[in-house]
Structure formats: C-alpha cells, structure tokens
C-alpha cells in the first residue's frame, strides 16, 4: 500500500496542469488555424462568381435589407426578408453612382445641436 506524500500530490498536480495548459494550446491552434483555411477557401470562391455581384445593401428592418445586385450585364433592386426574395426594380441600364465627395456632407453633432438650439430659442 503506498501514501502519497503532499510533495508528491504537488507535483502530480502541477504536470496536470502543464498538461491541460499545452492541451487548451493545442486546441486554440487548431481554430485558429481552420478559420484561416476557411477565409481562404472563401476568397477562392467569391473570385470564381464574378457573374453576380453585390453593389450596395442598405439594412431597412430588423430583418429586412434592400441589395443591389449585377448579374451579368442587368443590374437589380431586390428586397430580402425571412423566407421571402423579391425583386424590387430591374435597371434599364446601369445606375449612375454619385461620389462620396458630390452628396451634401454629414452636419458634425455640434451643427445639429445647435440649429435645434436657435430653433427652440426663437419659439
């Protein structure tokens, strides 16, 4: 019959640990480097569909979003929703991108606020 001494118990403790530490590194290794396989395989794929591409989306809903698509030469509006794909618009030709640069700029918060302030002053 042998008793295990509080040193031995330590040490046998500490290699389960040691162990269990490499075996958690071996495990997050191994995610990492799946995720980076898949990332690859992915950009494979998307590289091989140049036939339909996604041009802009815009979230209307929790649920809800509007895409642009270019299938080919036709370029479509559609809504996608949960269980249901409708198309919105079919473009008679290619819409007309308007740069970032042209639209009206974005008042800074400070603008915004103080337009509403001189508004609820002169009321």
Do not use: C, D, Y
């Not at 269980?83 to 618009?89: M, Y």
């Not at 400070?110 to 509403?116: D, G, H, N, Q, T």
């Amino acid at each position: 019959m042998s008793i295990a001494t509080p040193a031995a118990a330590a040490a046998t403790g500490g290699a389960g640990l040691v162990q269990t530490g490499l075996s958690l590194l071996v495990v997050l290794a191994a995610i990492f480097a799946l995720a980076w396989v898949l990332r690859r395989v992915q950009g494979f794929r998307t590289g091989a569909s140049g036939v339909l591409q996604i041009q802009a989306g815009v979230q209307v809903g929790p649920r809800e979003r509007v895409v642009w698509l270019r299938a080919g030469e036709a370029h479509l509006l559609i809504g996608v929703a949960p269980g249901s794909v409708r198309t919105l618009h079919v473009f008679a030709e290619s819409p007309a991108i308007v740069p970032a640069e042209a639209a009206a700029p974005n008042p800074t918060f400070a603008e915004a606020l103080r337009k509403v302030l001189q508004g609820e002053g002169r009321k």
